[in-house]
Each structure stands twice: as C-alpha cells, then as structure tokens.
C-alpha cells in the first residue's frame, strides 16, 4: 500500500477512520 503524503494521505487516513470507527459501531448494533 503506497503511503500518503499531504493532504491526501491525510484524508485518506480519516476516510479509514471514519470507516474503521462506523464498522466497530454498527457491529456493537447489531450484536456481533
């Protein structure tokens, strides 16, 4: 995986959060 400098490397970065952070969430709704 390339590694991000910038910018994009940054938005990049929070866009993975934001998706790691929601998985965590709708796994703890629906119980898994």
Partial sequence: MPRGSGAGGRIRRSITRCI????QIGAGAYGL
């Fill in 20 to 23: 790691d952070s929601g998985a």
